[in-house]
Structure formats: structure tokens, C-alpha cells
């Protein structure tokens, strides 16, 4: 399995970002994908996952900012990320998870600064 993130880049703050995500290869039916992010001083953070036939999951920290959503069809998910603060600022992680396989993009980097 390869999952490879995009969309990333440098947004000023209250502004937004969509991430994407794909996963390809041995994809399972019944799989768990899902973001994170990580700055030089601070620990890998979870952000939000959707479950194939689930509904989002959200950390507080994001919960009403960012929204999930997931094209089964392309095994793809996707991260609207609006009302972006410097706090947001990381490498954002994609990861994918069936019964068998677990992993993770190479990030990409989201920066919120005036």
C-alpha cells in the first residue's frame, strides 16, 4: 500500500486549505484512513479519520474548523481545513489501516502566517 498527501502550502490566518489523500495497491474493502500532524516540538498529533462506511472523527482541537470526507470509489480522503490559526501549522500525515497493513504519506506541509 502507497498513500501520498497533497495540497498543502502557505495560507494566511482565518484562511483555508483542502488537503488530499490516496492510498493505492492492496486496498481492503473495510479500511480506516485518517490525518495527522506533527511540528519539530510537539508529538505526531491525531487530527480526524473516517472509516470506509463511517461517519468523521474528530479531534477538539479541530472539531468545527476541519471537516472529513472520503471517496471510497477512489479510495481517496480529503481534509477541508477553514478558519486556519498559526497553531495549525505542521506537517500534515495521511495514514491508511485495514486488517492487515498500516501506512503512512510522507506529509505535506501546511504553514498559517501573515
Known amino acids: 500500500v502507497h498513500v501520498v498527501e497533497s495540497g498543502g502550502g502557505l495560507v494566511q490566518p482565518g484562511g483555508s486549505l483542502r488537503l488530499s489523500c490516496i492510498a493505492a495497491?492492496?486496498?481492503?474493502?473495510?479500511?480506516?484512513m485518517g490525518w495527522y500532524r506533527q511540528t519539530p516540538v510537539k508529538q505526531r498529533e491525531w487530527v480526524a479519520a473516517?472509516?470506509?462506511?463511517?461517519?468523521?472523527r474528530y479531534a477538539d482541537s479541530v472539531r468545527g474548523r476541519f471537516t472529513a470526507s472520503r471517496d471510497n470509489a477512489k479510495n481517496m480522503i480529503y481534509l477541508q481545513m477553514n478558519n486556519l490559526t498559526p497553531e495549525d501549522t505542521a506537517l500534515y500525515y495521511c495514514?491508511?489501516?485495514?486488517?492487515?497493513?498500516?501506512?503512512w504519506g510522507q506529509g505535506t506541509q501546511v504553514t498559517v502566517s501573515s
Open positions: 495497491g492492496d486496498i481492503r474493502i473495510i479500511n480506516d
Open positions: 473516517i472509516a470506509s462506511g463511517d461517519t468523521p
Open positions: 495514514r491508511y489501516s485495514d486488517s492487515e497493513h498500516v501506512q
